[in-house]
């Protein structure tokens, strides 16, 4: 909005380019982030916080090997990026100042994900808030005061970082009394960095799933008009507002099921699964009844043509069709991830996004039209939610119910 506002059309198409290259580079942080978030928790639960202080040193090492190699490559191969996901020539020079100055910062962005996630729920609350605000802070002294335009903008993001990083330092060192950072002697293991891959790679890959489905959506949609395509794109813009509550539910439910399953808790375990799943339903519920009583005020809100309203009204109805069983599949992968079954949220998020959604896109493209291409997305969670109920059943069964039958033996 800042750059919309205060900037040059070209700064605003290279903000737009840069920061999908931002967001996808950022998957493979996050991902591996949450391998070390999961390991930390399972630490605590266990009582070991010595080696949660080992599991946070040992990502450290790892991330500062990413970040110089990151930084290295995104700034020598920034036009190369750039050409890659087809930057307007005007808005050239400007895509690759944006993507040099972010990572430039590389090692504070990737430092802060590390340090932001650990700890309990208002840690990274904090952090990612402090992130926000001197952002937009940013934005508008640099944008709107100074009128650096992209660079501004590329600037303001590395600075937000930086001091969300040193507040999570800080809030980690003096008042996370469950975790020692102690790096004073201290050398990286092998066997917990492969931990960390472990878990944290099928995230990665769902990551990277996504974008491979959101490009095949286009593909398919572009072939009728580009209004569909604007349509698809309107569509993920007003989802997050549905779904980010949800996914701020799974960063919450993960780090507390972690612990448990490491203290041994079963109880607590399916409490929370439960907990998180009657709240993401609702949540989802809400969304649902949104789109369906407002469609056409939500797509005004983007000054939606009459084209765009006659695609986008139904769109919108009908892909909201899916978005109580996509609560339910939400907050079971969360219960994988925390259990270190990464693995299974990934097959659930390939079979639906790769398996079901994209070929039942195109053939229904193909014989139906348009108008029946939206139905793929409520067909394909009806066929992840099944799986991922099963795997729930399996899961539980491995590793929940032993844990009860022994603490059962205990008493």
Sequence with gaps: MVVGQFGAPTDVSAVSTGSQIMQTVTSLITGLAMGITILVGQKIGEKRP??????????????GVLAAVLTVLMILGAGFLAGLMHAPDEAF????????ICFAGAVFIIAYNVLGGIGDSRMPLFTVAAACVFNIGGDLLLVAGFHMGAAGAALATVTGQ????????????????????????????KEIIGHIYAVGIPSIIMASIGSVMTFGMNKILIAFTSTATAVFG????????????VFGLNNGTVPIIAYNFGAGRPDRIVKTLKLSIAYAVSIMIAGLLLFNLAAENLLMIFNASDSMLEI???????????????????????????????????????????????????LFAKTLGLSYV??????AEVFSAGVSAVFLRHVYKKEILPLKQSLSREK
């Design 50 to 63: 010595e080696q949660a202080g080992d599991v946070i040193g040992s990502g450290i090492c790892l991330f």
């Design 93 to 100: 020079s400007q895509t690759v100042d944006y993507i040099r």
């Design 162 to 189: 930086i001091i969300a990083l040193i507040l999570g330092f800080v809030l980690n060192t003096t008042r996370n009394h469950e975790i020692h950072l102690a790096f004073k002697g201290f050398r990286p293991e």
């Design 234 to 245: 309107v569509y993920f813009k007003l989802q997050s507002f549905v779904f980010m509550p």
């Design 312 to 362: 986008g009204v139904p769109a919108l109805k009908i892909i909201s069709l899916s978005f109580i069983l996509a609560g339910f599949g939400i907050a079971c992968s969360s219960l994988f991830q925390a259990m270190g079954h990464g693995m299974l949220s990934l097959w659930v998020s390939v079979l639906r996004q790769l398996v079901i959604l994209l070929p039942a896109a195109f």
């Design 374 to 379: 939206w139905f793929a997305f409520p067909l």
